[in-house]
């Protein structure tokens, strides 16, 4: 029988990190761009939504190669290694996307514990919350992109499962786990895990229709997600 009331009902939420509840993409685009000033080399939108979301040892591959730019020239782990520096001043200065405290806040207010997985390293994980403890502290499970337990990074699902099962009380169905997702790669991964994939892509990072379809759900800041498609009241 055809009803209007939403069939899922979530009990569980999983954030991923970067570019969504932390801003830290500007940072990865001004550290790269740094690195490949000297092949002539610009960071386009075009070529970050084919990186962002995976481990970093993958995402540099990607990078590498989309930019034509061969390991005779640089290798993935030299990049790597010539990020530090960039990275280790600037995410300790990191701040919080917009309605990214006030829809954490409003999960804690109801009830719904909360993960966070990520695919950056524990290292970097540690720097990039570090001025953000009380917020940080409301989450149940972290899990980052070197835990021993994750066989392949996103947009494999393995991040999402290991979050959900770490849970004290785990959720009963994967289908109960609404995952908030600011890349595709991350949307893949939700979606590979049977849990409901809510996408707030970058303002810069131009979706296709075929990459839409994909999401339950595409919002352009996080308190303006809809949430009564998971049975849950909205942020006010
Ligand atoms: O411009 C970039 N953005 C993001 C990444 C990668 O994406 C991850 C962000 O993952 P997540 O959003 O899943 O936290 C970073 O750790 C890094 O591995 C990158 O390499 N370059
Ligand atoms: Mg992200």
Known sequence: MATDSPSVIATHVIFDLDGLLLETESIYTQVTQSIINR??????????????????????????????????QLTPEQFLSECEEGFNKLFPTCVLMPGAELLIRHFHKLGIPLALATSSGKRHLDVKI?????????????????????KLGKPAPDIFQIAARRFPIPPKSPSDVIVFEDSFSGILAAKAANMNAVWIPDSNNKPTHEQIAIAHQVATQLDKVDLSMFSLPNCS
């Open 39 to 72: 092949f002539d080399k610009i960071y386009t939108w075009e070529v970050k939504s084919k990186v962002i979301g995976k481990p970093p040892l993958e995402a540099t591959r990607t990078l590498l190669h989309e930019l034509e730019i061969s390991s005779e």
């Open 130 to 150: 570090s001025r953000h403890q009380e917020i940080f502290s409301l989450f149940k499970v972290l899990v980052h992109g070197e835990d021993p337990e994750i």
